[in-house]
């Protein structure tokens, strides 16, 4: 079974610190996702990254960034923590994409809960 | 832009009822659509996915749902609800057959409360 693991389940944290989320895979994916989830807003990209040492801006990556230095872990960071970002991060990952075979599947982790108090 | 609509962020039924849970999507060309349960304090499961083939597409725990092109909707179906069935359901397509890196846009969910 494909296995993602992030780093904590809970997380409580002050203004202005920096917040490391850690996320680690066990399928050899090339893809790695790291998306943020709140009530009534569905998911969504903060970051991607289709290899190592490669990232993308996702849809609200202001205020993170991102490390992939070995292709199992895809780190996110919050330079400096906010209230607006206590929120529910979830990482995933998939394989890289064999035409018209549908590899899209993205497995995810079971969820980071942030406090930013 | 993508887009994926799910019609009812809340919707209830009672045990034994038809679940409907609809999504609708924007999309120049036809995309690989996908159907994810979440149960609560986890992550995302995928419940099924229609990439091509037939569009009828079954998955897990007896859920099924239906591409249909000339409406542009993957609606998600169980004919009769369980009590475990009680979650939250995202309907997410991947627009960019050509791409590789499977980005996946998300709908904004939809409860899914089973009355016993």
């Known amino acids: 079974d494909v296995k993602v693991t992030q780093s904590s389940r809970y997380l409580v944290k002050r203004t202005g610190e920096k917040v490391f989320l850690e996320c680690v895979q066990d399928?050899?994916?090339?893809?790695m996702f790291w998306y943020r989830q709140d009530p009534g807003l569905g998911l969504r990209l903060i970051y991607f990254?289709?290899?190592?040492?490669?990232?993308e801006k996702g849809d609200i990556p202001e205020g993170y960034s991102v490390s992939r230095e070995k292709k199992e872990r895809f780190s996110l960071i919050l330079e400096s923590a906010s209230t607006n970002q206590t929120s529910m991060y979830l990482c995933?990952?998939?394989?890289?994409?064999?035409?018209?075979?549908?590899?899209?599947?993205?497995?995810f982790g079971p969820g980071t809960r942030l406090l930013v108090l | 832009a993508q887009s994926v609509t799910q019609l009812g962020s809340h919707v209830s039924v009672s045990e034994g009822a038809l679940v409907l849970l609809r999504c609708n999507y924007s999309?120049?060309?036809?995309?690989?659509l996908f159907w994810y349960v979440q149960y609560p304090n986890q992550g995302l499961q995928l419940l099924l996915k229609?990439?091509?083939?037939?569009?009828l597409v079954k998955g897990i725990n007896g859920f099924e749902a239906e591409f249909k092109k000339s409406e542009t909707s993957f609606h998600l179906t169980k004919p009769s609800a369980h009590m475990s069935d009680a979650a939250e359901y995202f309907c997410?397509?991947?627009?960019?057959?050509?791409?590789?890196?499977?980005?996946?846009?998300f709908g904004r969910g939809t409860q899914l409360t089973v009355w016993p």
């Open positions: 995933a990952s998939s394989p890289l994409r064999k035409a018209a075979s549908g590899q899209e599947t993205q497995y």
């Open positions: 399928m050899d994916h090339e893809n």
């Open positions: 990254s289709y290899d190592v040492k490669m990232k």
């Open positions: 999309s120049s060309v036809p995309p690989y």
């Open positions: 229609y990439t091509t083939g037939a569009t």
């Open positions: 997410a397509v991947t627009p960019d057959r050509g791409s590789t890196l499977g980005r996946l846009y």
